[in-house]
């Protein structure tokens, strides 16, 4: 079994940043690509950044978020700055994980709300 669990969401100004983190644990071989979603009420989730062996992000992030890891510690970062009130929504932490002798599959984690006032 594999668990994700965010941490770092909560209510920020308009301007302000937040960092949010996921750690993986459990029965974890390796890792491969990590990313970050997000799903705003009445909306499909959506891509925010990835990260593999290079980054990748959506448009609407580009120049204000960051996504990092520490593959040492099995954990995914996005440090995100100058948010808007649009980046509300509750951001979700994916992995790829090769398990030890149960194959492989994308997690997800549970969700951590990110709030932005205007």
């Known amino acids: 079994q594999v668990q994700l669990v965010e941490s770092g969401g909560g209510l920020v100004q308009a301007g302000g940043s937040l960092r949010l983190s996921c750690a993986a644990s459990g029965n974890i071989f390796s890792i491969g690509t990590m990313g970050w979603y997000r799903q705003a009420p009445g909306k499909q989730r959506e891509l925010v950044a990835g990260?593999?062996?290079?980054?990748n992000y959506a448009d609407f992030v580009k120049g204000r978020f960051t996504i990092s890891r520490d593959n040492a510690k099995n954990t995914v970062y996005l440090q995100m700055n100058s948010l808007k009130p649009e980046d509300t929504a509750v951001y979700y932490c994916n992995a790829f994980v090769v398990t030890r002798g149960k194959g492989s599959s994308a997690y997800w984690g549970q969700g951590t709300q990110v709030t932005v006032s205007s």
């Open positions: 990260i593999d062996s290079s980054t």
